[in-house]
């Protein structure tokens, strides 16, 4: 069951890179099948901060800065409300409130391709605050957070690696509170080490595969993925 634990890891930080999904979106879901909610709250973190750090070195094509920082700033202040809020929420309906998440923005996506939010200055604190909060809360915000920045329409390098700076400063921001919490048992932290050299490598095998594979196809079939884990969970939580 670990080996497949993190084989999924690979897989997540492959699929996030090429779809353009925050690996953690992908993750998180496949986590809960091995370990409590708490415990893979903190390792996809953890993973994910080693998957942005790739990214950002391997897309390096400048970064929005004035972004970076209308984005930024509410979604670490509201990462922190939502981390707080884990503990007085059963997992059950966490997972329940991540399952309508995933269904969501997988149907969504599906039926405008194209989806776009306006850019704005209020549109940008906005979608910092809901993302950060999400973050904090279910451990993923990166499909909010990529439909917001998509409607500056910078470039795919530029997104990349504003995109992946903001979740970054989210996860440093989110992990202590977790830790904090007492979320992460002794007996992972063998894992880090091990989820840290994946994230790199699926980040790395995920800028190969952009070049070459069919990107239209490759989405469809990580939003109906998506959509069937959510459904899932969704089920889980009122049987």
């Known amino acids: 069951m670990t080996s497949l634990f993190f084989l999924s890891a690979f897989l997540a930080e492959v699929v996030g890179t090429v779809a353009g999904f925050g690996s953690s979106t992908i993750f998180l879901p496949l986590a809960l099948l091995f370990i409590d909610f708490k415990n893979a709250l903190v390792l996809v973190a953890f993973f994910h901060i080693m998957g942005n750090i790739g990214r950002i070195g391997f897309f390096r094509k400048g970064l929005n800065i004035e972004l970076l920082i209308k984005f930024g700033v509410p979604s670490i202040f509201f990462t922190i409300v939502g981390a707080l809020l884990v503990s007085l929420i059963t997992q059950n309906i966490l997972k329940g409130i991540l399952g309508i998440f995933l269904i969501s923005y997988s149907l969504y996506s599906l039926w405008r391709k194209n989806f776009r939010i306006e850019s704005s200055t209020p549109v940008v604190i906005v979608g910092g605050s809901l993302s950060g909060f999400l973050a904090g809360l279910i451990g993923t915000g990166g499909a909010l957070r990529g439909a917001f920045l998509t409607g500056f329409g910078l470039t795919k390098e530029k997104y990349i690696a504003t995109a992946a ?75």
């Open 165 to 239: 700076s903001i979740a970054l400063a989210v996860d440093l921001t989110r992990i202590p509170v977790y830790l904090g919490q007492g979320f992460l048992e002794n007996r992972y932290y063998w894992y880090l080490p091990i989820l840290f050299v994946l994230a790199l490598l699926g980040s790395f095998t995920g800028k190969k595969i952009v070049k070459v594979f069919p990107y239209k196809i490759f989405r469809r079939i990580v939003l109906v993925s998506l959509l069937l884990v959510g459904l899932k969970f969704l089920f889980e939580w009122f049987v």
